[in-house]
């Protein structure tokens, strides 16, 4: 493994399970963050180096990093930075949103990274990494496909941080993708989904999905449905505990339609979010770091196919 990992937003919840992964696993990692204090007693905590700046002062940090993963949410604040400061600095960049601006703001910037010679990938953890590869996956179980609609299915309590990077959600209104095209719909219609438990009743989102299953299979027609147990429940305390993170699991469907009506039915069942990102996301860093990218805006599923999602622990495919 030749190359340094800095993660950023090591401090949060979801930046604590991320660090002490890629340090599990042996990746030469730096811990970064906002708060001195708190950057100092993780770095202790793993043995690592700390570094403490703001996401708007990068650059100088970058200087010995060959990719950086960005879990400082919400990322309407910390993304653009942090892509510019990679771009300009030749560092590969990963973040584990899953807000859409973020999305849209990534592949806008293809050809600044593709000339970089940097990949650029937004959505490293859950959501997008197994509806993506998921959408592909079905894709390919129909001769000539036209559209693709993903539901999501996560259960139990969010972080603090995650219902900050949720915020605003409903200000997007029901966007969905016609033709290639990004349209925004007058009334939000919900549809029902198995998941295997029987019928649930879903929402229409405006995901990441819209953006990166269009990349990554290639089709013009795109919906994105959510359902949750009660809306975004909030924990006690700053995100699930471990034996909350070890129960239960988080599902997705997606449907293709083809051009002859064919319909096809895949459903992906991985452990809860946070641990699912936790792993993803290194797993992500970790093939980067080997080598294993191609410049540009990527999605999951367009840089490490379909598989990326299975070689995660506990995720499997079932094909309905």
Known sequence: MNGRLLVYGATGYTGRLVARRAVA???DVVV??????????????LDVEGRTFEASEAREALEDI????????????????????????????????????TFVLAESLDRRASRAGIMLMSGTGWDVVPCDCLALHTARRVAEPEKVTIALRVTGGFSRGSLASSAGIEELGTLVRRSGELV??????PRTFDFGAGPEKCLPVPMGDLITASRSTGLADIEVYLGTDDGFPATT????TAEERAR???HALAEVTGRDGQIARSLIT???????????????????????????????????????????????????
Do not use: K, W
């Open 270 to 320: 991985t452990p809860t979010g946070y641990t699912f990102t936790q792993h993803s996301s290194v797993e992500i860093a970790r093939r980067v770091l080997a080598g294993q990218f191609t410049a540009g805006y990527r999605t999951p599923a367009s840089a490490y196919g379909a598989e990326l999602a299975t070689s995660i622990d506990g995720t499997t495919v079932t094909d309905l």
């Open 184 to 189: 925004r719909l007058d009334t939000a219609t």
């Open 66 to 101: 060959d990719c950086l993963l960005n879990v400082a949410g919400p990322f309407r604040h910390t993304a653009r930075p942090l892509m510019d400061a990679c771009l300009d600095s030749g560092v590969h960049y990963l973040d584990t949103t899953a807000e859409f601006d």
């Open 237 to 240: 305390t700053d995100g699930p």
């Open 32 to 45: 970064a963050g906002r708060d001195p204090d708190r950057v100092d007693e993780l770095a202790n905590e």
């Open 248 to 250: 239960g699991h988080y």
């Open 25 to 27: 696993i042996g990746l």
